[in-house]
């Protein structure tokens, strides 16, 4: 945890389910995750240009200008050599908005070639010395191009991290636990799978189930049912109810090697029989053993319950 905040009241993962976590996120953005061009290269340059572009702009409409824009300019000296006219123009006319950010850009590639000789700096805090490169574009451009960052935290990864693991709404808290969580030397994989997981998986409205979300099973939010966060105040609309005993399925088997649902239903919700007996049960474990998250099996004329390990 970073010295600057104790993080007391995070729910983090203990030292022996943090390599759990870690792996489950990696694992999940590499088996499916969004195909944006910049994700493909290592090209500081390309990477800088995505992310100065994708600042207050939807990514959708990010990529038909990105590729304009580098086949335009493939390379950071054909940038600057370009008058900053052009580049506003460019700017203006793929509607990307705030064309300082245009005149930054250029500013920034006029710089590499003069003080730096055409090399690219590497590191957050010199990538922080360029024309309109903040902390958070910095720190993206070498997690992305040189795998040197620190955690990048964004509003997706703080709603992730507030739900999570209940992480005060304070960004000292929030850089502290998004350091602690991401493995040594995977700033590159580590950042780009975390902000997927806010993109599509806990929006403002979350898809846990449809998105298979990988840290259901240490999730705060997917326990309780409290899907609110810094950029949510409000429950969002969905189908909580179901979500919630979910969760509580998954918090109570983490706390037993194995249950019978006749004893596994009493412990998830206190009105258990009747509507919301045997069946209801059934159904809610079977989602949860479809999703890969529970192991069923037959014992003295009982479905017993396990979490997949």
Known sequence: ????????????????????????????????????PWRKTDDPYAILVSEIMSQQTQLDRVVSAWADFIDRWPTVEALADTPQGEVVSFWSSHSLGYNNRAKYLHEAATQIITEYDGEFPETPSELQELMGVGPYTANAVASFAFNTGNA?????????????????????????????????????????????????????????????????????????????????????????????????????????????????GPRIRVDY?????????????????????????EQADETVARLQR
């Open 152 to 264: 990048v935290v964004d509003t997706n990864v703080k709603r992730v991290l507030y739900r999570a693991f209940d992480v005060p709404d304070d960004d000292a808290a929030f850089e502290g636990v998004a350091d602690e969580l991401m493995p040594t030397g995977e700033s590159r994989d580590w950042n780009n799978a975390i902000m997927e997981l806010g993109g599509v998986a806990c929006e403002k409205t979350p898809r846990c189930d449809e998105m298979g979300c990988p840290w259901r099973e240490w999730c705060q939010a997917y326990e309780t049912g409290d899907f609110t966060a810094p950029d949510v105040p409000t429950q969002p609309s969905f189908e909580g109810s179901r979500r919630q005993f979910r969760g509580r399925v998954i918090k109570t088997l983490g706390e037993y090697d194995e249950l019978p649902l006749s004893k596994l």
């Open 1 to 36: 945890m970073s010295e600057a905040n104790d993080n007391a009241t995070a729910l983090l993962p203990s030292e022996d389910t943090l390599a759990a976590v870690q792996s489950a996120l990696i694992e999940w953005y590499a088996a499916d995750h969004r195909e944006y």
């Open 273 to 297: 029989g009747g509507d919301t007996g045997r069946e209801w049960l059934k159904g809610l474990v079977a989602d949860l053993a479809d999703d890969g998250l529970v192991e069923l099996s």
